[in-house]
């Protein structure tokens, strides 16, 4: 059975800094690209972050580049999302999830499990 457990939200001011991890089980974890997805209230699901199985590809949505930073342990099978530089916009549910292959897409209907979401909160 494929899992996906997210953890590491809360609440933090602005400027502040959170490291979300994502413990992955049930699948061969180095052949897949994991993603990192977010929805804000009242907001359709968006993109964050991408990682390919080999963690050398990656992708940032525009508004996040230069303040987080995706990576991966394969030993752990584990994935971060370090966040720095934390925007009240920043504030929503986030979630991995693990795509179907091992290059990333930016596309949800890409990624076949996901995890069940850890909250972010920025407060101004």
């Known amino acids: 059975e494929v899992q996906l457990q997210a953890s590491g939200g809360g609440l933090v001011q602005a400027g502040g800094s959170l490291r979300l991890s994502c413990e992955a089980s049930?699948?061969?974890?180095?052949?897949?690209?994991i993603g990192w997805f977010r929805q804000a209230p009242g907001k359709e699901r968006e993109a964050v972050s991408c990682?390919?199985?080999?963690?050398?590809?990656?992708y940032y949505r525009d508004s996040v580049k230069g303040r987080f930073t995706m990576s991966r342990s394969d030993d752990k099978k584990t994935v971060y999302l370090q966040m720095n530089s934390l925007k009240p916009e920043d504030t929503a549910l986030y979630y991995c999830?693990?795509?179907?292959?091992?290059?990333?897409?930016?596309?949800?209907?890409?990624?076949?499990?996901w995890g069940q979401g850890t909250l972010v909160t920025v407060s101004s």
């Open positions: 990682i390919g199985s080999d963690g050398s590809n990656t």
């Open positions: 999830a693990v795509a179907r292959k091992s290059f990333y897409s930016v596309h949800q209907m890409e990624y076949a499990y």
């Open positions: 049930g699948f061969t974890f180095d052949d897949y690209a």
